[in-house]
């Protein structure tokens, strides 16, 4: 035919760590039952952290929830730049503070790759970000009329996030805009949840909005090391 129909919205990912498995104590917790070690660690990962993080006001349970991220990467061997990058994004950033990267994008780029990820007109945005009061779960809200030609994206990585992040930033001079615009586009469309879309939107905003800081991300790192390396919650890979 002429006209290629649109595939059905790609489906969720296999199951890997959810909001509530995140939330358990340290010693409950199985760091090897997120996804299969030598892989790429999905963002889905991190965004679940992310909602688990929003979705509480105690430091105890923020603590928990990061530091039980940090040690599904290690138990999965993630590098120590994938480990890093993972922290970075928990900050809404794709690089350290003192590195200086910029990503350059402000509401006009971010809600141009929105609609055009999600098939939202404009003034299906705007209501939804008028209902909301936020962008980010503006986008989660309009995520349900995303299709896709053909084969859809492979699911966004931790690492390919942060790359992805960067590319951004490093477009600079005539068409930076666009090639922002274009790339913020490609990581929208692979994303596989509400919760990926509504934290890549307030990552690319500056802000993920969910209250805890490098305060709450470094001590879950030291203890996710310590639990790491004592053997705490699960069983050692083969």
Same mark, same amino acid.
């Given at each position: 035919?002429?006209?290629?129909?649109?595939?059905?919205?790609?489906?969720?990912?296999?199951?890997?760590?959810?909001?509530?498995?995140?939330?358990?104590?340290?010693?409950? +917790?199985?760091?090897?039952?997120?996804?299969?070690?030598?892989?790429?660690?999905?963002?889905?990962?991190?965004?679940?952290?992310?909602?688990?993080?929003?979705?509480?006001?105690?430091?105890?349970?923020?603590? /928990?929830?990061?530091?039980?991220?940090?040690?599904?990467?290690?138990?999965?061997?993630?590098?120590?730049?994938?480990? %890093?990058?993972?922290?970075?994004?928990?900050?809404?950033?794709?690089?350290?503070?003192?590195?200086?990267?910029?990503?350059?994008?402000?509401?006009?780029?971010?809600?141009?790759?929105?609609?055009?990820?999600?098939?939202?007109? %404009?003034?299906?945005?705007?209501?939804?970000? /008028?209902?909301?009061?936020?962008?980010?779960?503006?986008?989660?809200?309009?995520?349900?009329?995303?299709? +896709?030609?053909?084969?859809?994206?492979?699911?966004?990585?931790?690492?390919?996030?942060?790359?992805?992040?960067?590319?951004?930033?490093?477009?600079?001079?005539?068409?930076?805009?666009?090639?922002?615009?274009?790339?913020?586009?490609?990581?929208?469309?692979?994303?596989?949840?509400?919760?990926?879309? /509504?934290?890549?939107?307030?990552?690319?905003?500056?802000?993920?909005?969910?209250? %805890?800081?490098? /305060?709450?991300?470094?001590?879950?790192?030291?203890?996710?090391?310590?639990?790491?390396?004592?053997?705490?919650?699960?069983?050692?890979?083969?």
């Amino acid at each position: 035919p002429l006209v290629r129909p649109l595939a059905p919205r790609a489906p969720p990912p296999a199951p890997s760590l959810d909001a509530t498995t995140l939330a358990r104590p340290l010693a409950d +917790f199985d760091p090897v039952a997120g996804w299969p070690a030598g892989t790429p660690p999905p963002y889905a990962a991190v965004a679940a952290a992310l909602a688990a993080v929003d979705a509480t006001k105690s430091r105890l349970a923020i603590g /928990r929830v990061y530091a039980n991220l940090f040690r599904a990467l290690l138990a999965a061997g993630a590098s120590g730049d994938c480990v %890093a990058g993972a922290g970075h994004l928990l900050l809404g950033a794709a690089a350290p503070a003192h590195a200086g990267v910029e990503l350059g994008v402000g509401p006009a780029i971010v809600s141009a790759a929105i609609k055009g990820a999600t098939g939202a007109s %404009a003034a299906s945005l705007r209501a939804a970000a /008028r209902k909301a009061g936020d962008l980010g779960d503006a986008a989660a809200s309009l995520r349900g009329g995303q299709a +896709f030609l053909g084969r859809p994206p492979p699911p966004l990585t931790i690492p390919g996030v942060v790359e992805g992040l960067l590319d951004i930033a490093r477009a600079t001079g005539a068409g930076a805009a666009a090639a922002k615009q274009a790339r913020l586009h490609s990581l929208l469309r692979a994303a596989r949840s509400p919760d990926e879309t /509504r934290f890549l939107v307030r990552t690319a905003l500056g802000c993920v909005r969910v209250g %805890a800081g490098w /305060r709450s991300v470094l001590p879950a790192l030291g203890a996710a090391l310590a639990a790491h390396a004592g053997g705490v919650g699960g069983a050692e890979r083969a």
